[in-house]
């Protein structure tokens, strides 16, 4: 027996807690990731659509389907986000047009000169060779060694908190590049482990009374680190000093952060499952 879960048309970051939740509580064995309606995500939604049906299939052992949309519209736009490429590769695809119709928009949709995306899932194996590799290309994308190094090292210590601190072995990422008046550069990572809280939990000595914005303020202070290793800690620490906007959610706690100083720190009225971590670098 299968179950559906279902993909809004338009899918924010402040809906996507309604797709991910509870998600381990599902005990069919067949998942069926319906994406037929979708035709918008914005940039941090793009790592839970990419990392769920990873997370189903790997973590918890499901059989996925990925039901595609019967638009073509939407078909293009999910290969402009990079979804169509990721699902092709690993998952079994339900086609509402035929399988020719689909991989000839696969092949001819040509993505706008102005802006490109890129999505995927970041593992422990595969880590290294996509720094190695995929990485390159964001230098000769924008012609830059400096925003490129910062970059990658923004990502690198992204992805180490996945795996150091999250409980989980796999995370989604994504990053979006535009050149449409001021140039910009987005990197967007998620996981859906055990969240700030917990982890911030075993090395600091807060009551359960105290919000979730508040252990993330603590995370993002130097030598702070949810392993409790005096000296570490320094990469959100550092993100935050150089980078221009920074928004971390986890748990019902978001802040937002611009030019190193916290702006924004609040509680939300829902429960982001993991973290969620966007910054933009503009330049």
Known sequence: MSVIISVPSRLTYFNIQKVIFNIES??????VFDLSKLN??????????????????????????I??????????????????????????VQYYNCVED???LKKTFNRSGWQKAKIGIITPNTFQSFLANELANVERLISSSNISSTFCFCFYELVRNIFDHS?????????????????????????IGRGIRNTMSEVLDFNDSIDD????????????????????????????EIIDQVQITSGKGQIKTFEGRVKQSEVLNYSLKGTSIFLKIQF
């Open 67 to 92: 039901r595609l949309p019967e638009i073509e519209e939407s078909i293009s736009y999910l290969h402009f986000t990079g979804l169509l490429d990721t699902y092709f590769r690993n998952f079994e």
């Open 40 to 65: 918008y995500v914005d940039p941090e939604g793009l790592n839970y659509i990419a990392l769920m049906p990873f997370y189903l299939q790997k973590i918890l052992l499901k059989k996925i389907k």
């Open 167 to 191: 409980g989980e072995t796999i995370g989604g990422f994504s990053f979006h590049y535009k050149t449409n008046g001021q140039k910009s550069l987005s990197l967007s990572i998620a996981d």
């Open 26 to 31: 599902l005990t069919d064995h067949e998942i």
């Open 213 to 240: 914005h508040m252990f993330i303020q603590e995370a993002i202070k130097p030598g702070v680190s949810g392993t409790g290793i005096i000296g570490r800690g320094l990469g959100l620490a550092k993100i935050v």
């Open 102 to 104: 689909v991989m000839f």
